[in-house]
């Protein structure tokens, strides 16, 4: 079952539709006037005859294995009730530990998934994804002094507006209390430190934040939002955890919209991994897509690749180091596979 449908959700749609062990039973309409509508339609695909409702009790009672939940503002309440009632549920709304959302709604939520005999598990690009492929490098080396993973991207394409407002974007760089509020919203990548460090068996004595702003150099219009000159239209921000002293695990973010900004900050396009030890591991990973209607994709597509593994796991809260290897699985473009004999 899918919860939301907005830039994300449209594509964990599309996922689900192409995963042959799923089938798509429901879906959730965060807005009234989505309610009764199409979730193809509000894919911006063919119909696919199931229909969004805003009636939690009518789509908790379709049973479904698991719900993709993906809202931009999460209600913990929504997230106890799918639990309790024994459905598994997989988010990316800023959720990796729960430990972003306060002790108290964590063990809440841990405690609705092992009533329920289910799972709870966050994912998606980064954190998520990211975090995984940092920790994967890491099984190159007999020794690691620190895992960098930095997201570097031309957002500019990424049409949320609310998500932009919500860091300070369009707004003034100086204005009060800007920092607490960026930090307060991006408290997830906590989340992610913390789970890095739990896989590595590092045991941190403080998580740092320290964050930049970049400001449009002319008025700029992306269509979907604008920024007037001297406006916040980039953000430069760093989570460092920090073990004997130093950092040993640092998440790094760049992001920029519209093409006119100071500081100028170059992107890499993609994530940027090293892993500083024995030996040294460098990687550099894009997952980018010419159609549009994809951005979002790779924030999705891990969530819904994730369902089996979620369904199959232990009941309670569970972290990508728990689970077994998420892949595409049963993905694969058999029309494109050729095959030899030995």
Known sequence: MQWT????????????????????VGGYAWSSGKAGQDLGVLAGIDPIGVAATDDVDALIALR?????????????????????????????ANFITGRSYGDEEMARLDAAARSGGVSLYGTGANP???????????????????????????????????????LGFGGPPDAPGLV??????????????????????????????????ATATTDVDLGWMQFPQGTVCGLKGRWSGIAAGRPVIELGL?????????????????????VDGVPDVHLRVSAESADLADYGASTADPAVNAVPAVVAAPPGLVTADRLPLVTARGLVAQSRVSTRSA
């Not at 975090?131 to 690691?144: I, M, S």
């Open 254 to 274: 760049l992001w920029r919209l519209g093409y006119s900004m100071e500081p100028d900050w170059p992107v890499e396009r993609g994530y940027v991994i090293d």
């Open 180 to 213: 607490d509020k960026v930090k307060q919203r991006m408290l997830v990548f906590v989340d992610a430190v913390e789970m890095m460090a739990g896989a590595l068996g590092v045991e941190l004595e403080d998580i740092r934040f320290d964050v930049e702003f």
């Open 64 to 92: 479904p294995a698991c719900v993709l939940y993906m809202p931009l503002q999460w209600e913990t309440d929504h997230m106890v009730r799918l639990l309790e009632a024994g459905i598994n549920v997989v988010s990316t």
């Open 5 to 24: 449908t907005g830039l994300v959700g449209r594509n964990a749609v599309k996922a689900v539709l192409a995963h042959p062990d799923m089938e798509l």
């Open 128 to 166: 998520g994804m990211a975090n995984t492929l940092g920790l994967a490098a890491a099984a190159f080396c007999r020794r690691v002094d620190r895992i960098s993973v930095l997201e570097s991207v031309d957002a500019t394409n990424y049409a949320s507006k609310d998500t932009w407002v919500s």
